[in-house]
């Protein structure tokens, strides 16, 4: 087991309706010294890409992307979902379908955050179906921009959205692949890496 499926084990709580609750190291508290390990890993896996910025989407996303991107000495941009009156200029929009809250959102980036000159990693906190992730590539695409490769701290490997996203050719690395959780026992079974 890797750091992250450790920590997985020893704190993660498995809830009903699919849901892995990390909510004491990764997605409300957050321990940063183990994000520091998650942005070392992930700089070790895309060692060699051209990344000059990392796209997140709010609100989980952002402590990590933070972290992350001082390993790429790149600036973060994170994806609004409610269009603020702060929101000013030109901007592009895409429909994302949230999987914890069953809701459809808008995720919003302002254009002058992202042009064709952008080499972006993508970095979020759980892939599940694939939704929110769908949305910052159809956004990044907009732009002209390109997506160098996709940074995933844990993905449910028994939804869909993995395999989606790797067939569309995409890097996709994730650090904890979930392959299955037992709800009555809290066991988490990882996928070999
Ligand atoms: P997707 O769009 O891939 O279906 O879902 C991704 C988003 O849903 C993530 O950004 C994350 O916030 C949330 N999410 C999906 N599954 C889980 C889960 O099991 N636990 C937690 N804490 N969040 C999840």
Same mark, same amino acid.
């Given at each position: 087991?890797? +750091? %992250?499926?450790? @920590? ?16 004491? +190291? ?5 321990? !940063? ?8 890993? +992930? ?22 992307? #933070?972290?992350?991107?001082?390993? $790429? ?23 994302? /379908?949230? +999987?914890?809250?069953? #809701? ?8 002058? =955050? %992202? *042009? ?6 993508? !970095? ?6 694939? #939704? ?5 590539? &159809?956004?990044?695409? *907009? ?10 701290? !844990?993905?449910?490997? $028994? &939804?869909?959205?993995? @395999? ?6 995409? &890097? ?11 709800? /009555?026992?809290? /066991?988490?079974? =990882?996928?070999?890496?």
């Amino acid at each position: 087991m890797n +750091f %992250l499926e450790e @920590r997985i084990v020893k704190d993660g709580i498995v809830k009903d309706g699919n849901v892995l609750k990390v909510d004491s +190291f990764l997605n409300h508290q957050m321990d !940063i010294e183990l994000f520091n390990e998650i942005g070392k890993e +992930f700089k070790r896996r895309f060692e060699g890409k051209n990344i000059n910025k990392i796209l997140t989407i709010e609100a989980s996303g952002i402590g990590i992307a #933070c972290i992350v991107a001082q390993y $790429f000495n790149a600036p973060v941009v994170f994806a609004k979902k409610t269009k603020s009156i702060n929101l000013e200029g030109e901007m592009y929009v895409a429909e994302v /379908e949230s +999987f914890t809250h069953k #809701c459809k959102n808008q995720v919003i980036v302002a254009k002058k =955050f %992202l *042009s064709e000159d952008d080499h972006v990693l993508l !970095i979020d906190d759980f892939l599940a179906n694939g #939704c929110a992730l769908q949305g910052l590539i &159809q956004i990044v695409q *907009s732009a002209g921009a390109t997506v160098e490769g996709i940074g995933i701290v !844990i993905e449910k490997g $028994f &939804q869909a959205g993995g @395999r989606v996203i790797r067939n569309l050719g995409f &890097q996709l690395e994730s650090l904890a692949i979930v392959d299955n959780m037992n709800t /009555e026992t809290g /066991e988490v079974y =990882f996928r070999e890496q």
